[in-house]
């Protein structure tokens, strides 16, 4: 491989700057994560983050709607913004040369937005007909009632909010929620492509040197949802979504939960794929997935099944949760760190993937873990040290959540 | 530089390849030009399952194996099936090619197991189901059924629940033998390898292939049905709507205007959908995308919405395509089309995999190696006077139309109460 040129500086007001210079690449994408995530949402006011992501591309700086949209267009800048739990994302991908001018029109549109008051009843109707189309997208829906009955609230919010929270919105309620979260504290810029960091450093430094602001407090978390909680829905299929806890990024046994979770799934010789779909037919769509918070980490496993085979789908489901700590074979370990190291050097290729790792990873580690650090994490996994990590940590006291004409019963 | 490579064997089986030096890994496909198109209504389906069956074992492999095999060399493979295509593809490090070829080869020879069949045939019936609790593509669906008639294009590429039940193994190996002969293959690399090991590693594995007739027949140019059609689903919340209309084909000259085109009226930024119907708020989506086959060509036209906004969008939608076909579109938005589609041209390029889908198509539709700078070039060309071409021979208008969702009657632009 060859060298990773990657930087980082952090300036005066808290903005943290990282880049990756690839030279083989012709473009370059960045990445702004501004701490105004929907967890953020005032309990009154749940979806304003998501509403603010539409309204702030509205005109900002000097040129309004129609000339900011024109312009970023005119960069050829394939871009989005959207709402995550911790974070409101600014992604941007085109050609190298045309970063510069891309982000003197972000920094218009973070600093000096117009938040026109004429656009706040179109945002609104966009958010409230979101809304109304997640009844349409049955697996998404699961999957946010999910994380909302799993993680203690706020963490487990979902970007749309609610329908009383869209409607009582108004120009300054939205105005003073953009005042508080955009500002630089804890705010990163990510950037990796054809580029060079000391022009890069000179810019962001002019474009956002003189921002202020002050630090968020720390959030303040409730009580966790239901173990167990059932959406009827006359559907053809049953939508089955489970979580457990795991260990977070940052912990020595991170490697380990991820050993798991590929061995459970995410290549097709993966045993839920094998057991559920492969053996038995259940189900099209099986799998399980790992996510993380800074201080706490959860595996979510998911499938949809037609409605008479569900229970049968969530028994096997659940067996092979529980046959992981019974023991793994070297064979499947193999097979795992093989395919972590073969997405590792694949995506070096990508700018997009190379500015969304320096960002994520500068957010939950505050440093950048290098290439060679992850290779020889993969390459220390073994079956002994992912049992060792499920006794720490055994997949067992699930939340779950079903869609369906039915409920389903957890297997003893 | 990348550079260009191709090789027809004797059986008929064409290896096309790109090699590119500062690619890390590479992406490897075998394109079977097959699809739904190809199919008799007494096999609806079979296309896509056969796609599903290459997976489950031949000789040499139990389905299980395929699977370990294709993990033990930390590949990121799978398949689809279009109207027209069959693609079985991977991307992985370039020291697996051996394995990579000895895996795909040997599948493409598949032993379609009675047991196997049988198990497969309930995944299938599950992916219906899926799509079908996903208003958008029941939508979607039936609007191409309904856009294209009785013509080939509109067979569905899944199938229904009944014509997968009473397929058999049977018909599907006679399937198999007739559109899976080597001349209607089409071996397709691109990144970090070696062209002399590619060629020697295929000939090796392929080399036996039988040949046989290729082709297709019903490939004429079709203008739709101009139907208008409303499904009602009390379950669903939002209605679906989808506007058909026809487009240049993909060996038309035009079609980089019309994909120029069809960004530029329904793109998610900046377009004309966009500021008439996302804009405002009127929708929760809205898009245009151009779609090219073999002979004929299509513009879909979607969005979904409150199901009271409806009747007034398609009013919208409908004197938004006719500004455009009376007044065509600005330079300014020419523009703006070419930045936005140069730039994901450039991007997409950097990975093996974009480069490795585009070449292959080029070579199916256009029998051409097409680089980089050659799609490039083309955009770069493209006119306002071009957009007039293709809108002079498909006008907009010519719409036949599909609403899914909880209305019983939607009144189409212009016309009576249906």
């Given at each position: 491989?060859?060298?990773?040129?990657i930087?980082?500086?952090t300036?005066?007001n808290?903005l943290?700057?990282l880049?990756?210079?690839m030279?083989d690449?012709?473009?370059?994408a960045?990445?702004f994560?501004?701490?105004?995530?929907?967890?953020?949402?005032?309990?009154a006011?749940?979806?304003?983050g998501?509403?603010l992501s539409?309204l702030?591309?509205?005109?900002?700086g000097?040129?309004?709607?129609?000339?900011l949209?024109l312009?970023?267009?005119n960069?050829?800048?394939d871009?989005?913004?959207?709402?995550?739990?911790?974070?409101?994302?600014?992604?941007?991908?085109?050609?190298?040369?045309?970063?510069p001018?891309?982000?003197e029109?972000?920094a218009d549109?973070?600093?000096?937005?117009h938040?026109?008051?004429?656009e706040?009843e179109?945002?609104q109707?966009?958010a409230?007909q979101?809304l109304?189309?997640?009844?349409d997208e049955?697996?998404?829906?699961?999957?946010i009632e999910?994380?909302?009955?799993?993680y203690p609230?706020?963490?487990?919010?979902?970007?749309?909010?609610?329908?009383?929270?869209v409607?009582?919105?108004?120009?300054?309620?939205?105005?003073r929620h953009?005042?508080?979260?955009?500002?630089?504290?804890g705010?990163?810029?990510s950037?990796a492509?054809?580029?060079?960091?000391?022009?890069l450093?000179?810019?962001?430094?002019?474009?956002?040197?003189d921002?202020k602001?002050?630090?968020l407090?720390?959030?303040?978390?409730?009580?966790?949802?239901?173990k167990?909680?059932?959406?009827?829905k006359?559907?053809?299929?049953?939508?089955?979504a489970m979580?457990?806890?795991?260990?977070?990024i940052?912990?020595?046994e991170?490697?380990?939960?991820?050993?798991?979770?590929n061995?459970?799934?995410?290549?097709?010789?993966?045993?839920?794929?094998?057991?559920v779909?492969?053996k038995r037919?259940?189900c099209?769509s099986v799998w399980?997935?790992y996510?993380t918070?800074k201080?706490?980490?959860s595996?979510?496993?998911?499938?949809?099944t037609?409605?008479e085979?569900?229970?049968?789908?969530?028994?096997v489901?659940?067996?092979?949760m529980r046959r992981l700590?019974q023991?793994i074979?070297?064979e499947e370990v193999?097979?795992v760190k093989v395919g972590?190291?073969?997405s590792?050097i694949?995506?070096q290729?990508?700018?997009?993937?190379?500015a969304?790792?320096l960002?994520g990873?500068w957010?939950?580690?505050n440093?950048?873990?290098?290439?060679?650090?992850?290779?020889a994490?993969?390459?220390?996994?073994?079956?002994?040290?992912?049992q060792?990590?499920?006794?720490?940590?055994?997949l067992?006291?699930?939340t779950?959540?079903?869609?369906?004409p039915?409920?389903l019963?957890?297997?003893? | 530089?990348?550079?260009?490579?191709?090789?027809?064997?004797?059986?008929g089986?064409?290896?096309i390849?790109?090699?590119?030096?500062?690619?890390?890994?590479?992406?490897?496909?075998?394109f079977?030009?097959?699809g739904?198109?190809?199919?008799t209504?007494?096999?609806?389906g079979v296309?896509?399952?056969?796609?599903?069956?290459?997976f489950?074992g031949?000789?040499r492999?139990?389905?299980?194996?395929v699977?370990?095999?294709?993990d033990r060399?930390?590949?990121d493979y799978n398949?689809?099936?279009?109207?027209?295509?069959?693609?079985?593809?991977?991307?992985?490090?370039?020291?697996?090619?051996?394995?990579?070829i000895?895996?795909l080869?040997?599948?493409?020879?598949p032993?379609?197991?009675?047991e196997?069949?049988?198990?497969?045939?309930?995944v299938?019936?599950?992916?219906?189901g899926m799509?079908e609790?996903?208003?958008?593509w029941?939508?979607y669906d039936h609007?191409?059924?309904?856009?294209?008639g009785s013509?080939?294009?509109g067979?569905?590429?899944l199938g229904?629940?009944?014509?997968i039940r009473?397929?058999k193994?049977?018909?599907?190996?006679?399937y198999?033998?007739r559109r899976?002969v080597?001349?209607n293959?089409?071996?397709?690399a691109a990144?970090?390898?070696v062209w002399?090991?590619?060629?020697?590693l295929?000939?090796?594995?392929c080399g036996?292939?039988?040949?046989?007739?290729i082709?297709?027949?019903?490939?004429?140019?079709?203008r739709?049905?101009g139907k208008?059609q409303?499904l009602?689903?009390?379950?669903?919340?939002?209605e679906?709507?989808i506007?058909?209309?026809?487009?240049?084909?993909?060996a038309s000259?035009?079609?980089h205007?019309?994909?120029?085109?069809?960004?530029a009226?329904?793109?998610?930024?900046g377009?004309?959908l966009?500021?008439?119907?996302?804009?405002?708020g009127l929708?929760e989506?809205?898009?245009?995308?151009?779609?090219e086959y073999?002979?004929?060509g299509?513009?879909?036209?979607?969005?979904?919405c409150?199901?009271?906004?409806?009747?007034?969008?398609?009013?919208?939608?409908?004197?938004?395509?006719?500004?455009?076909?009376?007044?065509?579109?600005?330079?300014?938005?020419?523009n703006?089309?070419?930045?936005?589609?140069l730039?994901?041209?450039v991007?997409r390029?950097?990975?093996?995999a974009?480069r490795?889908?585009d070449?292959?198509m080029?070579w199916i539709?256009?029998?051409q190696y097409r680089s980089?700078?050659?799609?490039?070039n083309?955009?770069?060309?493209?006119?306002?006077d071009?957009?007039?071409?293709?809108?002079?021979?498909?006008?907009?208008?010519q719409?036949?139309?599909?609403a899914?969702?909880?209305?019983?009657?939607?009144?189409?632009?212009g016309?009576?109460?249906?």
């Amino acid at each position: 491989m060859p060298q990773q040129l990657i930087y980082q500086h952090t300036f005066a007001n808290g903005l943290t700057l990282l880049a990756e210079e690839m030279d083989d690449v012709r473009s370059a994408a960045f990445n702004f994560l501004i701490p105004a995530g929907c967890v953020y949402d005032p309990p009154a006011h749940r979806g304003i983050g998501s509403v603010l992501s539409e309204l702030i591309t509205r005109g900002a700086g000097s040129r309004d709607s129609r000339e900011l949209s024109l312009a970023l267009d005119n960069l050829g800048l394939d871009r989005s913004e959207s709402v995550a739990s911790l974070h409101m994302r600014f992604w941007g991908a085109t050609l190298a040369r045309n970063i510069p001018a891309s982000l003197e029109l972000y920094a218009d549109i973070l600093r000096h937005p117009h938040l026109p008051e004429d656009e706040v009843e179109p945002v609104q109707a966009l958010a409230l007909q979101d809304l109304q189309g997640l009844e349409d997208e049955p697996r998404q829906k699961v999957l946010i009632e999910l994380r909302n009955q799993h993680y203690p609230p706020p963490l487990g919010f979902d970007r749309r909010g609610t329908e009383e929270g869209v409607r009582s919105l108004t120009r300054d309620i939205i105005h003073r929620h953009y005042h508080r979260h955009f500002q630089p504290q804890g705010a990163i810029l990510s950037v990796a492509g054809n580029i060079k960091w000391d022009p890069l450093r000179a810019q962001v430094e002019r474009l956002f040197g003189d921002w202020k602001g002050e630090p968020l407090p720390p959030l303040q978390l409730g009580q966790t949802g239901q173990k167990v909680s059932h959406l009827v829905k006359e559907v053809e299929q049953t939508q089955i979504a489970m979580a457990c806890a795991s260990v977070p990024i940052g912990a020595p046994e991170y490697y380990a939960a991820l050993g798991a979770v590929n061995v459970l799934s995410g290549t097709s010789s993966s045993r839920l794929f094998t057991e559920v779909r492969e053996k038995r037919g259940l189900c099209y769509s099986v799998w399980a997935t790992y996510q993380t918070f800074k201080d706490r980490a959860s595996i979510l496993a998911y499938a949809g099944t037609t409605n008479e085979r569900a229970q049968e789908t969530l028994d096997v489901m659940m067996a092979e949760m529980r046959r992981l700590s019974q023991g793994i074979e070297e064979e499947e370990v193999e097979r795992v760190k093989v395919g972590l190291k073969s997405s590792l050097i694949m995506q070096q290729e990508s700018t997009s993937a190379r500015a969304g790792t320096l960002a994520g990873d500068w957010y939950y580690l505050n440093r950048v873990r290098s290439f060679d650090e992850i290779q020889a994490a993969i390459e220390s996994l073994s079956p002994a040290r992912i049992q060792q990590y499920l006794a720490h940590h055994p997949l067992q006291d699930f939340t779950l959540v079903t869609l369906g004409p039915k409920p389903l019963t957890i297997p003893a | 530089m990348m550079q260009f490579h191709s090789l027809l064997l004797d059986n008929g089986l064409q290896i096309i390849g790109e090699t590119n030096p500062s690619a890390r890994s590479l992406a490897l496909a075998f394109f079977v030009r097959t699809g739904s198109r190809d199919e008799t209504p007494e096999v609806s389906g079979v296309t896509h399952f056969l796609e599903h069956m290459i997976f489950k074992g031949t000789e040499r492999r139990t389905a299980l194996e395929v699977n370990r095999d294709f993990d033990r060399i930390g590949a990121d493979y799978n398949a689809f099936t279009s109207e027209e295509n069959t693609v079985f593809h991977a991307v992985l490090l370039p020291e697996y090619l051996p394995q990579a070829i000895d895996i795909l080869a040997d599948i493409l020879r598949p032993s379609l197991r009675e047991e196997d069949f049988e198990m497969e045939k309930k995944v299938i019936i599950e992916e219906i189901g899926m799509y079908e609790d996903q208003p958008g593509w029941a939508a979607y669906d039936h609007a191409k059924q309904l856009y294209f008639g009785s013509h080939l294009l509109g067979n569905s590429i899944l199938g229904t629940p009944e014509s997968i039940r009473a397929l058999k193994r049977d018909q599907m190996y006679e399937y198999f033998e007739r559109r899976y002969v080597a001349p209607n293959i089409t071996v397709v690399a691109a990144g970090a390898f070696v062209w002399e090991d590619l060629v020697q590693l295929v000939r090796k594995h392929c080399g036996n292939w039988r040949a046989g007739p290729i082709g297709r027949g019903g490939v004429e140019e079709t203008r739709g049905t101009g139907k208008f059609q409303v499904l009602h689903r009390a379950n669903v919340a939002q209605e679906h709507v989808i506007l058909i209309g026809p487009g240049p084909t993909a060996a038309s000259p035009l079609r980089h205007a019309a994909d120029t085109l069809s960004l530029a009226i329904g793109d998610d930024s900046g377009s004309r959908l966009y500021w008439s119907l996302v804009d405002p708020g009127l929708v929760e989506s809205a898009g245009c995308g151009f779609h090219e086959y073999e002979g004929t060509g299509a513009f879909y036209t979607s969005f979904s919405c409150d199901p009271e906004q409806v009747e007034e969008n398609l009013v919208v939608i409908h004197e938004e395509l006719q500004k455009v076909q009376e007044e065509n579109i600005t330079e300014q938005e020419l523009n703006q089309a070419k930045s936005k589609i140069l730039s994901a041209l450039v991007r997409r390029s950097e990975r093996p995999a974009g480069r490795m889908n585009d070449i292959g198509m080029a070579w199916i539709y256009q029998h051409q190696y097409r680089s980089v700078d050659d799609d490039l070039n083309a955009f770069e060309a493209v006119t306002l006077d071009h957009l007039r071409q293709v809108m002079e021979q498909y006008p907009l208008l010519q719409l036949t139309t599909l609403a899914l969702g909880p209305l019983e009657e939607v009144q189409a632009p212009g016309m009576s109460r249906r």
